[in-house]
């Protein structure tokens, strides 16, 4: 079920560069929310933006929202200067979230793909559930604090144990996230049930093509512009491999990847 209301600012910190970690009191959309949902926002009142922005949902922590995001835009640049105290119109939770039932998922997140996917992990380690994780990025740099969450004064690669991959080597793996995901899948031994992915477009397509390579069940968080979040203004339609189109706010934004047409991506 999801709900429209205006929710209470508490904070807004910078944790990496031009990004932020957004904290909301929201008690009702905040138990309801699923790994890989997501809400629109809009800073009330003002005639800018005129249009709400989509935000993953990073966590929640009692009745508190957590919304990880970057800078881009003028949306999200408004968003960042904005201050405690202040109302922000909120929707939400909308959209399909992961399912996290697969035995032994591998979870593969991609710069700020990593906003659903720690939200991922922290549910299936509440379940003490047995998972991997991959984590691909450009440049040390683009790593966000986990002390600024957690206060463990640690980055994601250490406080969670993912694996990591950077294009620039400073990281992990030098190279693609993809790199190592082959290797594991390549592996013999237990399959993962599943591999949930969220990250740049092209990552997702790679993912996409190695697990139908190796015939591992493939879930994708597909982020596509939108303006309304509820299946109005088809703004965020995804080419589907069975003809026509997914809405990522209705029928996503997580899709098994069988159903996107990749080719058209």
């Known amino acids: ?49 005129l249009l709400a922005r989509p935000f993953s949902i990073h966590g929640v922590e009692g009745g508190k929202l957590l919304i990880l995001y970057q800078v881009k835009g003028k949306g999200t640049r408004l968003l960042s200067q904005a ?9 939400g939770p909308l959209g399909r979230g992961f399912d996290l039932d697969a035995k032994r998922p591998v979870l593969v997140a991609g710069g700020m793909g990593i906003a659903p996917m720690a939200f991922a992990a922290e549910r299936l380690e509440e379940r003490g559930a047995a998972f991997e994780a991959f ?9 966000v604090a986990w002390d600024s969450v957690s206060g463990e ?35 013999g031994g237990e ?37 309304c979040g509820v299946g109005a203004c088809l703004g965020c339609a995804i080419p589907s491999a069975g003809g026509g189109y997914l809405r990522a706010c209705q029928e996503g934004p997580v899709m098994e990847a069988s159903l996107v047409d990749w080719k058209k991506i």
Request: charge should be negative; glycine fraction near 10%; hydrophobic fraction near 45%.
């Open 1 to 49: 079920m999801s709900l429209s209301l205006k929710a209470k600012l508490l904070s807004n910190e910078p944790v990496g560069p031009e990004i932020f970690l957004l904290t909301l009191e929201a008690p009702a959309i905040a138990a309801e929310a699923r790994p890989g949902q997501f809400v629109m926002l809009r800073v009330c009142p003002g005639p800018e933006p």
């Open 135 to 143: 984590y691909g990025l450009a440049a040390k740099e683009a790593l």
């Open 191 to 227: 399959r993962p049930g599943a591999v949930l992915a969220c990250g740049p477009l092209p990552m997702l397509k790679a993912v996409a093509l190695l697990c139908a390579e190796f015939g591992v069940a493939c879930q994708t968080s597909l982020e596509a512009p939108m303006a």
């Open 153 to 187: 004064g640690a980055f994601y690669l250490e406080s969670w144990g993912w694996t990591g991959a950077s294009e620039d080597g400073s990281v992990g793996h030098h190279g693609l996230v993809t790199e190592p995901l082959r290797e594991r899948l390549k592996q």
């Open 83 to 91: 201050r405690p105290g202040v109302e922000l119109l909120t929707w």
